[in-house]
């Protein structure tokens, strides 16, 4: 027993550092998810208070360029719109009917805190459960794709954001059509990684490169880049570094985008591939 | 006692609210990124018992991941770096020891001591900090130059910061 506390005394240093550090450890290995999202979730809602209010110093002084941005989205949408095409049948106007149902919709959140720095790097949007954002919804920018929905408390939601290792979109060349799976590299939030396109596809710089729609997240069509460079893997595989159109450093307003097919979607693929 | 505990607590405040605010938001090219809040592990007091050195690491570590959302990350690796110091700082040790009374600042010990000892301890916690946050050693040159550089630019933070917090 004396030996024992003799011991204790001798090394406490060591012994509750190994305390310590094994916490740690244990922290970051995390026994089960539920203890994850947990700790993400507190850490949202509490980082979330906070970021906002720096937010709006920051939106204050990126007004003019959110301004800008605006403008264009007002004037790509202004083009889609009815009346600025001629009309080749005068009488008929589109109506949401149940030939034409509602596939998509879109919602409109701001983005209170971002990181790129990291390996793992997440979004947080003033939105939550309370205002229709489940996990698995796809983020979009004005300029392009941003991530995808992870989890949800009742007013913010935490974005898997396109610049995070574990992200995964199916991604396809607009001219050609050939998709394959479009990765972050974990270097530069500017780039990423288009993998799995055949050799014997044309490409070259510049080409537009979409969502493929595959998967459900995303609609169909979406921008994420375009190809900056490329090269053979391999052999038989293009590895193609794709230059993302949206800017992670200067995320403002967001939009999540609900698929109302997805569910339908999902049950179909999980039977049949059974 | 209690004048320097306040002084301690508003140390650690100043620097979390610096890192989350200020150097969180900077960024060089991307990925090199200085976490400027291990300089409270660096200035506590030569004398301070180790239990409240490792449990003060820890708890600095803890309030940055719950910020930043990384569990464990940041407090794996300054409890690691406070179970160092005691180290590193015996083997820069000056001849005659740390006197009591004496705090570990460029104006007692002079700039090159104070530049081993936090380059030496910023390059531990940063190592242990990226990799740990990859959890990988697949791009293990890419993790170093982000770990080294961001060493650097840490380093060089926090000493020419002395020259402005502790002016004579």
């Known amino acids: 027993m004396r030996n024992l506390m003799r011991f204790l005394v001798k090394y406490h240093f060591l012994i509750l550092f190994l305390l310590i550090e094994t916490f740690s450890l244990f922290l970051l290995f995390r026994a089960n998810p539920y203890q994850k999202v947990r700790f993400y979730n507190y850490s949202h809602s509490l980082s979330g208070r906070i970021s906002i209010r720096i937010e709006n110093i920051k939106d204050y002084l990126s007004l003019r360029n959110e301004n800008r941005k605006l403008a264009e989205e007002n004037a790509r949408l202004y083009n889609r719109l009815g009346s600025s095409f001629t009309k080749v049948i005068g009488d008929s106007i589109y109506m949401g009917d149940s030939l034409h149902p509602r596939k998509y919709i879109y919602l409109t959140a701001k983005v209170v805190n971002n990181s790129i720095n990291k390996q793992y790097n997440y979004l947080t949007l003033d939105k939550g459960r309370l205002s229709g954002i489940r996990p698995e919804m796809a983020v979009i920018g004005s300029e392009g794709i941003v991530g995808i929905v992870k989890s949800v408390s009742d007013k913010y939601a935490s974005v898997l954001s396109a610049v995070n290792r574990d992200f995964t979109v199916s991604a396809k060349i607009r001219k050609n059509g050939y998709f394959g799976p479009l990765k972050w590299n974990g270097n530069n939030p500017e780039y990423a990684t288009l993998v799995d396109i055949p050799h014997h596809v044309k490409i070259e710089s510049g080409d537009t490169i979409v969502t493929s729609g595959f998967g459900g997240v995303f609609p169909e069509g979406y921008r994420i880049g375009i190809i900056s460079d490329f090269r053979l893997k391999g052999g038989n595989y293009y590895e193609i570094k794709v230059k993302l159109s949206t800017d992670f450093r200067k995320l403002n307003y967001v939009q999540v985008i609900r698929n109302f097919a997805r569910t339908e979607i999902d049950s179909l693929e999980k039977a049949s591939y059974r | ?168």
């Open chain 2, 1 to 168: 006692m209690i004048k320097d505990l306040l002084k301690y607590l508003f140390q650690f405040v100043i620097l979390i609210l610096a890192q989350l605010l200020v150097f969180n938001n900077i960024e060089l090219s991307g990925y090199i990124n200085p976490y400027v809040y291990v300089l409270f592990i660096l200035l506590l007091p030569f004398q301070i018992p180790k239990v409240v050195l490792l449990g003060s690491a820890f708890l600095i570590g803890l309030v940055i991941d719950l910020f930043m959302g990384t569990p464990g990350v940041h407090s794996s690796a300054s409890v690691l770096m406070a179970f160092a110091r005691p180290r590193v700082l015996a083997l820069f040790s000056p001849r005659e020891g740390y006197q009591p009374g004496t705090l570990p600042r460029i104006s007692e010990f002079g700039l090159e001591w104070f530049v081993k000892y936090t380059v030496m301890l910023v390059l531990l916690h940063h190592f242990t900090l990226f990799y740990l946050e990859v959890l990988t050693l697949h791009h293990f040159f890419a993790t170093f130059f982000r770990a080294l550089l961001s060493s650097i630019l840490t380093s060089g933070i926090l000493i020419i910061s002395q020259y402005f917090v502790f002016r004579k």
